[in-house]
Nanobody
Framework: QVQLVESGGGLVQAGGSLRLSCAAS????????MGWFRQALGKEREFVAA???????YYADSVQGRFTISRDNAKNTGHLQMNTLKPEDTAVYYC?????????????????????WGQGTQVTVSS
């Protein structure tokens, strides 16, 4: 069992930056894959970024070059650094994790591959 708690969300102006954190317990971060998803009001939950247990990273086209996913195994924490934020980035951001061994874009970008989810943190970008 993995428990995930997100933090770092808030209100920021367009062009600004935020850093989200995901504190994990129940397993060491080095044993699982981690992903970030977001859900805007009235929309489906969508993939943002992922990092595998081996350190491979994947990004949605909409955030490529602006967001960076990372993990600190010593602190059992994952991060999502978000730069050059846009109003369309406004959403609830969720941290997710799973313990399987699937890699590749299809697996890592699918919300159905993740078994554990945090409660989410709101990110609002004003224009």
């Amino acid at each position: 069992q993995v428990q995930l708690v997100e933090s770092g969300g808030g209100l920021v102006q367009a062009g600004g930056s935020l850093r989200l954190s995901c504190a994990a317990s129940g397993h060491t971060t080095s044993t699982y894959n981690m992903g970030w998803f977001r859900q805007a009001l009235g929309k489906e939950r969508e993939f943002v970024a992922a990092i595998t247990r081996n350190g491979l990273t994947y990004y949605a086209d909409s955030v490529q070059g602006r967001f960076t996913i990372s993990r600190d195994n010593a602190k059992n924490t994952g991060h999502l650094q978000m730069n050059t934020l846009k109003p369309e980035d406004t959403a609830v951001y969720y941290c997710a994790a799973d313990l399987n061994y699937k890699e590749g874009w299809a697996s890592r970008s699918s919300k159905y591959e993740y078994d554990y989810w945090g409660q989410g943190t709101q990110v609002t970008v004003s224009s």
